[in-house]
DNA sequence: CCAGACGTTGTT
DNA sequence: GTCTGG
DNA sequence: CCAGACGTTGTT
DNA sequence: GTCTGG
């Protein structure tokens, strides 16, 4: 699963590898992008620019805004047929950008948190899926869900999902193409050889920290010398 | 027909 | 235990 | 994903 | 909105 990641690079960085322009005035770099909050993606609506949308897929027919906390995923082998994801996926794709995500690996009753990045890619996009609902009082929300596969080698020693993470050259395919099986397609693993991962703090718990600190590593056994 | 759900992950 | 909020 | 709350009435 | 279950 995917239920934390990080957005750390400078907009130059950003706009270069994306192909897109930023109002530099506004850029935060994010280490600990947390379900809930606006965050940055592409959508295949304005590809030309960073929009800031809710982590948490409200669909456009829903009564309360809470489902929206449960839908952060999306699973990638079924999207097309839920009634919660596939106005969607039909329609509504979009790049959510992200220098490294957190998995939490369970060792007995403790989990610790891993950072993963991809070792050729400081930057990348995994696949997004985004909807608008209209609020009571006549506002729209944007929210958005992150598609998930089956765990490539890697992945599988942490845990039993991974984010659906686009190699560069199929990015504007997925947010072009409305054709499920073409979508089903795009959706391939990196290789395990292409990712590393590394332990790190368990400050990164609460989704109230974002500090550089957080995706550093850390021993295990340096830990607990303190 | 109407009512009610609509999802994922992980754990058992 | 389960839901909400970030 | 994890952390933190989980309730009501009435009064300030 | 659209599908499933009764």
């Known amino acids: 699963m ?21 109002d530099g005035s506004t ?3 994010r280490y600990n ?36 906390n449960k839908l952060i995923n999306a699973r ?3 999207a097309a047929e839920k009634p919660a994801f596939k106005n969607s996926i039909s329609s509504r794709r979009c790049l959510v950008l992200s220098n490294g995500f957190y998995e939490w690996k369970k060792v007995g009753k403790i989990k610790i948190p891993m950072f993963i990045t991809l070792k050729e890619h400081p930057l990348f996009a995994m696949a997004g899926i985004w909807d608008r609902w209209s609020a009571p009082g006549d506002i729209n929300i944007e929210t ?7 765990p490539n080698e890697i992945m599988s020693t942490i845990h039993n ?10 990015e504007r395919k997925w947010l072009e193409t409305s054709d499920p099986e073409m979508q089903k397609k795009l959706c ?6 292409a990712m590393q991962m590394h332990q790190v703090s368990t400050l990164v718990n609460s989704p109230a920290t974002d500090h550089p600190d957080l995706i550093r590593p850390v021993g295990g056994e340096q830990a607990s010398l303190f």
């Open 2 to 22: 995917c239920g934390r990641y990080s957005f750390a690079a400078l907009a130059e960085e950003v706009e270069n590898r994306f192909h897109i322009k930023i």
């Open 27 to 29: 850029w935060k770099v």
């Open 33 to 68: 992008c947390a379900p809930t909050q606006e965050l940055a993606v592409i959508t295949n609506e304005e590809p030309g620019k960073i929009s800031y949308l809710r982590w948490g897929l409200i669909p456009s027919w829903a009564k309360d805004a809470a489902i929206g």
């Open 76 to 78: 990638s082998e079924s």
């Open 144 to 150: 958005f869900s992150i598609l998930t596969m089956k």
């Open 161 to 170: 999902r991974m984010p659906v993470i686009l190699s560069p050259s199929i």
């Open 188 to 193: 391939i693993s990196p290789n395990s050889s």
